[in-house]
């Protein structure tokens, strides 16, 4: 379930009093402006919470979000005038369950039958003079047109839908619709089972547990009369539920293989697993937590899935085990939940699903204080950016924080893009926005990340933030808004692999001096986030076509404030020449000659110009050196940052031709970043530029000119090919005569895996000069099955059998 936040509220309030004390709420909203409620507890009123339509799973519904209310509520007000129809109270039954058990029997979790936490079947059979309707599969059958919403994100999102039905019509085949009960009763939802169940989706509720006074029971059963009468379903859309306790509820009825509704276009396959608790806002409970990974592990030995590979669904390699957003564009599971779940597959995986899992921190909520005249105050600036949880977070050195904001658009639309807000922050804090699911560096300016926000309108944004490695009080302003991060505690490191590097015995100290002797080291190390930018491993590359051989001078343009060795310049431009065996720069009057030269940038792109050739942009660092008496430039960034600019295969190609190759090409340079498998020993970089002895690397400017490929590498993000658990090399070429060469037919004696790579027919390239080594994965033979309408997986399990893509 994905609950949109609230910008600014409607001045007018409206209170109701109900004749008897009601459970929870949600209300029919009929405009576009978010609305909020409160409860009167007996002494006070309770905290503002949002109501906006939920319509992720059926866009022409217009109900809201469900919210809870605390025990014995009569009166409820609202900020906005609602009339008294578009109210939808909730009462929960008192009683109790009709099966007395702990959440953990024996150390074993139980699943408690929706017959023992007392599901009240009356509400999945249709009415008098009531039709029955199939909301939430409606999608999954191909009856988009059913599901039509008004909004841009939506009319692209059934198209989506569309093209997936189109492109793989027997992975939304489904059973004939059981339309009777055991009593001859119709029911509101027919029942229909997936023939084969594939992914395990992990959701979380969005309801927040801490401070609720409510049981799980208790929540369990508003959240099924939310979805089966107020949201009009017939039923619970989650196959099952997790409470805060560690208890699993049945949810859908049916029993196995039954299609649920828990994710637009992807509910025929898949079973979905929700966890009560906003993880946005709040942790998973340790005991939740296990619990989860004890019913994926018996999910997964019910439907028979192997754990241990990667799971084509819809086109896509994945994780047998996914979040809720790694299908479609939404926060589910939460932050807390989704950066923890590679732990739990891991968990499952290994069988060890009593192993405690560690969630990062999470911003706690905002504490919105009640003034006299009843009115809540809400933290907005004058940008139209709102505050949703606390403006002071603390976490531990060198971890992550969520950073959630309202933006409201005043009076006038805002399409994607467009800089709603400048962040002012010290350089030691890293900061991405998330953008479609992907979270990208933040260059200076918070910007709209959906196609359009109409006039009047309000969106949730996420930022995330990494905490510097020391102590201390970090102060950032968002547009108006003031944050303060505190840092304090044990640091948090993670496990990375540097890569070989050329280092000199004495180091320079403030560029001035150096010795010239200098060996090769191969070291495992641990390295603070901070130091890495993203997640992936940081990747060296020597441009050979940045400037010609021969050039005296190479000049770099930096936007924005630089380190030069560790000492701080303004912006503008730098002239790079060879003096002896000293990388010499100049700048504004200051000289630095140095052994090494190294700019960092930032979060800025740097521009390199030379004489006869054109401008190049690059991301990340680049260092000068003076290797075999020539001037030398080393782009140093991440490996997904590289990707993005790898330039073997433009959007002239088809997505699935590029997504095929945005695997194979990762999983290249992977292989050589592991030391053991150095591509040019005894050399300061990685690889190089050149696709004659590396890859086709172009840098920045292939971004920005093939959207598609960019798209395919973020899809991707992370995934290699792997044998046997190790990282294969896997080679690729352009064109053959009609059959693959074996490794020992291109010479290439003791060529690691060599049985993947036996000859093969590749009749879409018969009659074309063998262009290239021959070996593996063909150019020609991946376009025409792209045409034909194979996936980028299936291109790769052609060219390169047995092996298993991993994330």
């Not at 946005?280 to 340790?286: A, C, I, V, W, Y």
């Not at 050329?502 to 010795?515: I, M, R, S």
Request: proline letters at 6%.
């Amino acid at each position: 379930m994905h609950v949109q936040g609230v910008g600014a509220f409607s001045a007018t309030l409206t209170t109701y009093s109900f004749a008897a004390p009601v459970d929870a709420v949600s209300v029919r909203i009929t405009g576009e402006t978010p609305q909020a409620v409160s409860a009167w507890d007996g002494s006070q009123w309770t905290e503002w919470q949002g109501l906006t339509v939920e319509n992720e799973q059926d866009p022409a519904l217009r109900e809201s979000n469900l919210v809870m209310l605390p025990p014995g509520t009569t009166t409820v007000r609202f900020q906005a005038e609602i009339g008294h129809a578009d109210i939808h109270p909730i009462h929960v039954s008192t009683a109790p369950t009709t099966f007395t058990v702990a959440a953990l029997a024996d150390g074993k979790p139980r699943i408690l039958s929706r017959q023992e936490w007392g599901a009240d079947d009356s509400f999945l059979v249709v009415e008098e003079d009531e039709k029955p309707t199939s909301p939430m599969s409606a999608q999954d059958n191909g009856d988009v047109a059913a599901v039509q919403g008004p909004t841009q994100p939506t009319v692209n999102r059934e198209q989506e839908c569309r093209d997936a039905q189109a492109h793989f019509p027997a992975e939304f085949k489904a059973s004939t619709a059981v339309t009777e009960n055991a009593k001859g009763e119709k029911l509101r939802w027919p029942l229909t089972f997936s023939t084969q169940v594939k992914l395990l989706v992990v959701h979380h509720t969005a309801l927040s547990t801490t401070g609720d006074q409510r049981s799980g029971l208790e929540r369990v059963r508003a959240l099924y009369t939310y979805h089966a009468n107020n949201r009009g379903w017939g039923d619970v859309g989650y196959h099952y539920l997790i409470d805060e306790q560690g208890q699993i509820y049945e949810g859908r009825t049916g029993g196995d293989s039954v299609v649920g509704g828990h994710t637009y276009c992807n509910n025929i396959g898949t079973v979905g697993v929700a966890l009560m608790g906003n993880f946005d806002l709040e942790e998973p409970t340790q005991v939740q937590a296990k619990s989860l990974q004890w019913l994926l592990q018996v999910l997964g030995s019910k439907y028979h899935i192997d754990m241990t590979r990667s799971v084509v669904f819809h086109g896509k390699s994945l994780s047998p085990i996914v979040g809720h957003r790694q299908l479609v564009s939404t926060d589910c599971p939460g932050f807390a939940m989704w950066s923890a779940l590679d732990q739990v597959r891991t968990n499952v995986r290994t069988g060890q699903v009593d192993t405690a899992v560690e969630f990062p921190h999470v911003a706690e909520p905002i504490k919105v204080p009640i003034t006299g005249s009843g009115a809540s105050k809400i933290i907005t600036g004058e940008d139209g950016l709102a505050v949703l949880g606390d403006t002071v977070i603390q976490g531990r050195p060198g971890g992550e924080v969520i950073v959630p904001l309202f933006f409201r658009a005043g009076r006038k639309s805002y399409t994607q893009n467009t800089r709603i807000a400048r962040i002012t922050r010290g350089s030691n804090l890293q900061m991405w926005q998330e953008r479609e699911g992907v979270f990208i560096p933040i260059r200076g300016d918070l910007r709209i990340p959906i196609p359009l926000v109409k006039k009047g309108e309000s969106i949730l944004l996420r930022v995330k933030v990494r905490l510097p490695m020391s102590p201390g009080t970090w102060p950032v302003k968002i547009g108006t808004l003031q944050y303060m991060f505190e840092t304090s505690g044990r640091r948090v490191r993670t496990m990375q692999l540097i890569n070989t590097r050329q280092t000199t015995q004495t180091l320079q100290e403030n560029g001035t001096t150096a010795t010239q002797q200098q060996r090769t080291t191969q070291v495992r190390a641990v390295v603070s986030t901070e130091q890495t930018g993203d997640s992936s491993p940081t990747v060296r590359i020597h441009l050979t076509n940045a400037f010609p051989a021969n050039v005296g001078t190479v000049t770099v343009r930096a936007p924005g404030a630089i380190r030069v060795n560790g000492t701080q310049f303004q912006g503008g431009i730098f002239a790079l020449r060879r003096n002896g065996e000293m990388c010499q720069l100049s700048s504004g009057g200051q000289t630095v000659d140095a052994p090494v030269v190294r700019l960092e940038p930032g979060e800025d792109v740097l521009t390199i110009e030379a004489e006869g050739t054109a401008p190049k942009r690059y991301r990340g660092f680049l260092e000068c050196r003076v290797l075999d008496n020539a001037l030398v430039l080393i782009n140093e960034l991440q490996l997904e940052s590289y990707l993005m600019g790898l330039g073997e295969e433009p959007d002239t190609e088809p997505l699935e031709k590029q997504r095929a190759f945005a695997i194979a090409a990762r999983t290249y340079a992977t292989y050589y970043l592991d030391p053991d498998h150095r591509k040019f020993a005894g050399k300061p970089y990685d690889g190089s530029d050149s696709p004659a002895t590396f890859q086709l690397y172009k840098g920045y400017d292939f971004e920005l000119q093939n959207p598609k490929w960019v798209r395919m590498a973020r899809e991707t993000a992370g995934q290699v090919l792997s044998y046997n658990g190790q990282v294969i090399k896997p080679p690729y070429f352009s064109s053959d005569d009609g059959r693959t060469r074996t490794p020992a037919e291109a010479h290439w004696g003791d060529f690691p895996f060599a049985g993947i790579f036996s000859s093969k027919p590749d009749p879409w390239c018969k009659g074309m000069a063998l262009r290239g080594h021959g070996v593996g994965m063909s150019g020609c033979g991946a376009k025409a099955q792209a045409l034909e309408g194979r996936t980028g997986e299936e291109i790769l399990n052609y060219y390169y059998p047995g092996t298993v893509i991993n994330n």
